[in-house]
């Protein structure tokens, strides 16, 4: 066991609270979530900076040494890796995102290049037991509470945000709904049911205006599946509903067709019969038209709205309201009538339930 001091401690590793001078050790479990010391080893122009605890970004710089955790990636727009079987003090490993997640890349996206290298100094430990220096290997899922099983929002009507893809406007499309409702002096909540790791949406919801704000790092998950997003979203959702909020938004990060378990969460009747309204973000056209057709066939779900780059201007809006009968509103720059076409479905009519 020796002493690390931190130049930077990425938001993945929020739950540990760690100090900037932390204990390492060279014994590794490689479990997700497990918080490893690194070192930078190379220097990127883009896609380089981290987001620390605080929510604020900060450059990345050969030599900083990082706290992050190991966990996973298959991002369409970004980097795709997993977590290493085995390690050793010195192994070279990857930054698969601005949260601080930690693996080996397997394939790179060309528009954001080579993902940042580091080298493994050592696994953080922390210290459970009062009065003892017994360390145990830091981890975010630990002394998280169980997730619910049971899906209860007591009656709190559901906004859901769903895309295509990941960059389809989904967080945009929150954060508008989130201040509209806020300046209709709503008590609004929000929550990001997949995904991985990184603070940066919910913090925009909360800077938009939400009472509250939950993610899946909160409850030790560093990067969401089809195996455990259900139990995820509703325990996020429990929890939000019990401080009896006026509406919930709930983002459902990357895309209907992903590895992070969207699919999943539409699949589970309590959930979907849950949703009061049903944003859909698209990039095109093409998009919108498959969207509304997976929801509509694969869970019963109609769309409220469509929302997102396929929105941007006119071209895109008139073709969807007139070739697929939906509404099309841009969350930039209509937020007030997106939000006053969500709160009326939230009301009571025609409320997309889904299949039972």
């Known amino acids: 066991m020796r002493s690390v001091v931190l130049d930077k401690i990425a938001s993945v590793t929020l739950n540990c609270q ?34 620390l605890t605080t929510g604020r970004f900060s450059n990345v710089r050969p030599g900083d040494v990082i706290a992050g955790a190991l966990g996973h990636r298959r991002a369409l727009l970004g980097y795709a890796g997993h977590i290493p079987q085995k390690l050793a003090t010195g192994d070279k490993i990857n930054i698969l995102n601005l949260g601080g997640v930690l693996g080996i890349c397997t394939s790179v996206n060309p ?12 696994q953080v430990l922390h210290f459970p037991y009062l009065g003892e220096r017994i360390g145990v290997p830091a981890n975010i899922g630990h002394a998280v509470p169980p997730l619910d099983e049971v899906l209860d929002v007591r009656g709190v009507p559901i906004v859901a945000v769903v895309g295509t893809c990941m960059n389809a406007g989904k967080t945009q499309a ?3 709904l989130v201040q509209e409702f806020t300046r209709m002096r709503l008590s609004v909540m929000a929550a990001k049911a997949t995904g991985v790791s990184l ?7 909360e800077d938009a205006g939400a009472d509250r704000t939950v993610m899946f790092t909160d409850f030790g998950i560093v990067t969401t599946s089809a195996k455990n997003a259900p139990a995820l979203t509703r325990t996020m959702l429990n929890r939000l509903a019990a401080d009896e909020p006026d509406v919930i938004v709930l983002e459902l990060g990357d895309g209907m067709m ?7 969460i539409l699949d589970a009747p309590d959930i979907r019969r849950s949703f009061g309204a049903l944003v ?45 009968s939906t509404p099309a509103l841009n969350a930039r720059t209509s937020p007030s009538e997106l939000s006053a076409l969500v709160w009326k479905q939230l009301q009571g009519e025609n409320s997309p339930k889904g299949k039972s």
């Open 18 to 51: 760690l100090a900037r001078e932390v204990k390492v050790s060279d014994e590794y479990q490689c479990r997700e979530g497990d918080v490893l010391a690194v070192r930078v080893l190379t220097r990127k122009s883009t896609y380089n900076t981290l987001e």
């Open 111 to 122: 528009d954001l290049g080579s993902p940042f290298e580091v080298e493994v100094l050592g």
């Open 174 to 176: 929150c954060q508008s």
């Open 199 to 205: 603070r940066r949406d919910i913090l925009s919801m």
């Open 258 to 264: 992903g590895d992070y378990g969207v699919d999943a």
């Open 280 to 324: 859909l973000a698209a990039n095109d056209p093409v998009g919108v038209w498959g969207g509304i057709r997976k929801l509509k066939e694969d869970y019963g779900l109609t769309a409220t709205v469509i929302t997102g780059p396929a929105t941007d201007n006119a071209a895109g809006t008139d073709l969807i309201r007139d070739r697929m």
